[in-house]
């Protein structure tokens, strides 16, 4: 069975860094794309960033270009997220998704497997 396990969430303050790592097991993890998702209450899913099956194609959101940085280990089967200048807008439930298509895609509904996200907590 496949789980996509998050850590590494926590409370920062405005300007902060925080490293959100993904675990992931089941599945052939060199053959899925993985993405960062987040998600605050009553609203849908929000994509973050996503990286290529072999790590050499990343992409992100608008929001979080230049801050954010998505890398994977395909030897640890883990995928990374490391958040630098984090503002109270970036606080949300942060989730990691798995998704079979070759190329990266930003629609939550494409990804097939889901974690149950680790929660970030920007203070202004």
């Known amino acids: 069975q496949v789980q996509l396990i998050e850590s590494g969430g926590g409370l920062v303050q405005t300007g902060g860094s925080l490293r959100l790592s993904c675990a992931a097991s089941g599945l052939t993890f060199d053959h899925y794309v993985m993405g960062w998702f987040r998600q605050t209450p009553g609203q849908e899913r929000e994509f973050v960033a996503a990286i290529s099956w072999r790590g050499d194609y990343t992409n992100y959101a608008d929001s979080v270009k230049g801050r954010f940085t998505i890398t994977r280990d395909n030897t640890q089967r883990t995928v990374t997220l490391e958040m630098n200048g984090l503002k109270p807008e970036d606080t949300a439930n942060y989730l990691c998704?798995?998704?079979?298509?070759?190329?990266?895609?930003?629609?939550?509904?494409?990804?097939?497997?889901w974690g149950q996200g680790t929660q970030v907590t920007v203070s202004s």
């Open positions: 998704a798995a998704d079979t298509f070759i190329f990266i895609r930003q629609e939550p509904n494409e990804y097939e497997y």
